[in-house]
């Protein structure tokens, strides 16, 4: 999606991200850059209140607030004029209840597409979580979930499905939560239930801690611009793997940075042909 004349922050699309942990407060500032580069209007971080301050100088347009304060506020809700998505679980501790009750809050009150990744699979990967998710499939509210293989194993594990093909368990997955799943790994895997999509163009360069949490803000980010869930997941997987590779190509797989990946989404966002205002 890209941004008419008549753009406003608001119509250009606002992510909730709602990410980061005393441990993991970084997560939330790569999640959240990705969410800007992606071309999200209005990135709000909900994080650990002991993570606010570095998620604040780390970006001074963020809008960042303490997950305290988010629990009781108003639920997202988005519309045609003003989309919006929320992404949750970037830098959680999979183990904690502080993960569960911000992944089930929003769950259960985001009138908008939501992301979930990182900690928070772990929670989804549990009666509560999978009713939750059924019960927004059959509302109509899209849900996305980007396990990478062990997290895939876990979330099959509630349900005992077999985990020997990735392209089988990419569509069961699906299936059994009524969600979009995006399998990462050499080869990602994207389905909705109906169809699976093949994203092979990843490298070894996006092996790294911090990578996920890219995609996963870069994802969110086209979600809250109304971009359709299969399409924004292609499109941000795809992107995030070009970004890689560009950046592999001036510094080699050994030493590209989720950092560097970032800093290379808009030459690959460049290259698919969206330039100076107009798309080729």
Not at 169 to 182: D, E, K, P
Request: include cysteine.
């Amino acid at each position: 999606p890209y941004p008419d004349r008549e753009a406003n922050k608001y119509s250009r699309g606002h992510l909730v991200l709602v990410a980061g942990s005393a441990a993991y407060p970084g997560a939330a500032c790569l999640a959240a850059l990705a969410a800007q580069r992606m071309g999200a209007g209005f990135t709000e971080v909900v994080t650990d209140p002991s993570a606010l301050p570095i998620v604040q100088s780390f970006r001074p347009s963020l809008v960042v607030r303490s997950d305290e304060t988010w629990l009781d506020g108003e639920p997202l809700t988005a519309s045609p004029a003003r989309p919006g998505a929320c992404a949750v679980g970037s830098g959680f501790d999979p183990g904690d209840e502080r993960s569960k009750r911000l992944l089930f809050r929003a769950l259960d009150t985001a009138d908008a597409p939501v992301l979930v990744d990182g900690g928070a699979l772990a929670a989804l990967a549990t009666d509560e979580g999978r009713k939750r998710s059924r019960e927004r499939f059959v509302c109509g509210l899209p849900t996305v979930a980007t396990p990478h293989g062990g997290e895939a194993a876990r979330l099959a594990k509630l349900l005992g499905l077999p985990t020997d093909d990735a392209r089988s368990l990419a569509r069961s997955l699906s299936l059994a939560y009524g969600i979009v799943v995006v399998l990462k790994g050499p080869v990602t895997w994207i389905s909705d239930g109906e169809a699976e999509v093949c994203m092979d163009e990843g490298t070894p360069a996006l092996a790294k801690a911090g990578t996920g949490d890219v995609l996963a803000g870069m994802i969110g980010s086209l979600l809250a611009q109304a971009l359709a869930p299969v399409d924004a997941c292609v499109l941000a997987a795809t992107l995030h793997a070009h970004a890689a590779r560009f950046a592999s190509d001036d510094l080699t797989s050994v030493s590209v940075t989720p950092e560097d990946v970032l800093d290379y989404v808009p030459r690959a966002i460049a290259a698919m042909g969206f330039r100076d205002g107009a798309s080729r």
